[in-house]
């Protein structure tokens, strides 16, 4: 089962800014498409670490390093690079890219329980070899916090009704199910959209620690980054495109000088400088209408 790389090339290029050698981290490998054409144009003293938390992207890319020594795999979430990479002696790289979300293969196969589209188990984990399913996880979260969830994540207006709907249906077993009690308490639907969008969005981001794991990878990246080197980010929504623009923003900034009476000395503390913001080209979102909501945002790391 394929995934179609989205940004790709924008995303090679930016991260290499003209180089053809280094150490790189691809912090979502998936289908490694964003890793052998980095691979491609890399020499041969080049390595690039790739980390997944799914194990069947890591099947995936143990074939690939079998065929190419300078690629080594990672079963870790991108949240701990800095303790991965210096585990394996690295402390510095020349670039660190990630493509946020879900594959198509996790949401293309109906076993992952990722989509109200094909009924699967209600599983939803990227890493299915440990933590509880989206099934248990919905049993065990209380109505207001599950509401909570619902509003935070899914950015949807119903989620008191949706929660209750929820709790009030017992264990559910399959993404059909859920998304029928969705749809059922739902009272309004979005142009299209299904009433279930936006519900399941937010249990795979709650599951998933999604949006924690970016607020644990940024500032990890920019650490373990050279000067000079260049850090890029793709986002699909704009949960996780609000965390890398004010991260990179933050970064960015002279810091406000706090000091009262006599004008205090800034201490300039700026790690990163903005390179860029991309969208994907008319042609690609044509070919792939995924890639209608990314945003590769580009950074570089200061001296
Ligand atoms: C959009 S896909 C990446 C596709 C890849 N760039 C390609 O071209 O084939 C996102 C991948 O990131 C993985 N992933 C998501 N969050 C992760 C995390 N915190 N740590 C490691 N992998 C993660 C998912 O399991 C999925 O395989």
Redo the contacts with the bound molecule.
């Keep these: 089962m394929s ?1 179609i ?2 940004l ?1 090339h924008e995303t090679v290029d930016a991260l290499l800014a003209g180089r053809n050698t280094g150490i790189y981290v ?10 052998r054409l980095l691979l491609s144009k890399l020499d041969a003293n080049s390595r690039v670490y790739a ?4 194990p069947q ?1 890591l099947e995936t890319a143990a074939a690939l390093a079998q065929e190419d020594p300078r690629f080594i795999i990672i079963h ?4 701990d690079m800095q303790q991965e990479l210096q585990a394996r002696g690295i402390e510095v790289v020349d670039g660190v890219m990630a ?5 198509s293969p ?1 949401l293309d196969q109906a076993e992952r329980g990722f989509s109200f589209m094909k009924d699967g188990p209600l599983d939803m984990r ?2 299915n070899s440990q933590g509880p399913t989206a099934a248990e996880w919905l049993v065990n979260i209380k109505e207001e916090d599950l509401a909570n969830v619902i509003f935070k994540y899914g950015e949807e207006r119903y989620s008191r009704r949706i929660a209750k709907a929820i709790k009030n249906a017992g264990y559910i077993d399959t993404t059909a199910q859920l998304a029928e009690i969705v749809k059922v308490a739902h009272p309004k639907w979005e142009k299209n959209k299904h009433a279930a969008t936006r519900t399941f969005q937010a249990i795979r981001i709650a599951i ?1 620690k ?1 949006l924690d ?1 970016i607020e644990a ?1 940024l500032p990890q990246a920019v650490a373990v980054l050279k000067p000079e080197a260049t850090l890029a980010v793709i986002s699909f929504h704009s949960l996780e495109d609000r965390l890398i623009k004010q991260f990179i923003q933050k970064e960015s900034t002279l810091a406000e000088d706090t000091g009262w009476g006599m004008p205090q000395e800034r201490e300039d503390t700026r790690r990163l400088k903005k390179i860029a913001r991309i969208r994907a080209s008319e042609e690609e979102v044509k070919a792939n209408p995924r890639s209608r909501s990314a945003w590769l945002r580009v950074a570089e790391r200061l001296a």
Excluded at 26 to 35: L, V
Excluded at 99 to 103: A, K, N, P, T, Y
Aim: cysteine-free.
């Design positions: 995934h790389s989205v790709l691809d912090g979502t490998f998936g289908r490694g498409g964003h890793t980390f997944d938390k799914d992207a870790a979430s991108f949240a493509d946020l979300g879900v594959s996790q990227m890493d998933n999604e794991d990878f």
